[in-house]
């Protein structure tokens, strides 16, 4: 059984930096890729970045372009997000995705 792991969430201010990881474990096979998502409170969960597990090529959504950075150890099975220059608007809860599988998310917030 897949499980997901997020660690590193945490207060920061506004302008501050924090990196997300994402432990994979129950792995039988690799996966095409791996996604980060954050729901805020009283919004719909939204889709942040991803990155292909062979090619390591990311993909991100315009608000985080520039600022957050996605990569993969795929030898630890685990995915970070580097995010910097925060913003208050960055506060939400961060899931990992793989699969059909999620993580318990761990909480941002950024203080103004």
């Known amino acids: 059984q897949v499980q997901l792991v997020e660690s590193g969430g945490g207060l920061v201010q506004a302008g501050g930096s924090l990196r997300l990881s994402c432990a994979a474990s129950g792995l039988s096979f690799s996966p095409y890729a791996m996604r980060w998502f954050r729901q805020a409170p009283g919004k719909e969960r939204e889709f942040v970045a991803s990155?292909?597990?062979?090619?390591?090529?990311?993909y991100y959504v315009d608000s985080v372009k520039g600022r957050f950075t996605i990569s993969v150890d795929n030898a630890k099975n685990t995915v970070y997000l580097q995010m910097n220059s925060l913003k208050p608007e960055d506060t939400a809860i961060y899931y990992c995705?793989?699969?059909?599988?999620w993580g318990q998310g761990t909480q941002v917030t950024v203080s103004s």
């Open positions: 995705h793989m699969g059909s599988t």
């Open positions: 990155i292909n597990w062979s090619d390591r090529s990311p």
